[in-house]
């Protein structure tokens, strides 16, 4: 099966519990766990020293909200991206969360994760 087969539903019973977990390990900057989930490649991107710059420098990644409102699901080729809208718990505004999910080797992972 195709991730881009799959319902809504089924998608956003994977994406929404790996979304808050992404955000419990941003904010408490534990590596080991943030990447948990993550494909092969992106977790080669993400090494440890460069995801430990962006917890120690951006106070955002470091105060995001538990709260989030789920936008919607894009799918494209074999790969769906579901989005949120993130809030901080100490900065004003909203952002555009972006988690990109696909399968490798028969599991679905992550292959993006990102605020806008």
Do not use: C, H
């Amino acid at each position: 099966m195709r991730i881009t087969e799959m319902s809504d539903e089924e998608i956003l019973a994977i994406a929404d519990p790996w979304w808050d977990e992404l955000v419990k390990y941003s904010n408490n900057a534990n590596y080991l766990m943030f990447i948990k989930n993550f494909s092969k490649a992106f977790r080669d991107g993400a090494n440890e020293m460069e995801v430990g710059k962006q917890f120690a420098r951006s106070q955002l990644a470091r105060s995001l909200s538990k709260k989030r409102d789920y936008l919607g699901i894009i799918r494209r080729g074999d790969y769906v991206t579901v989005l949120y809208r993130q809030y901080s718990t100490k900065l004003e505004g909203e952002w555009l969360g972006r988690l990109v999910l696909g399968f490798e080797d028969g599991q679905v992972k992550i292959f993006g994760a990102t605020l806008f």
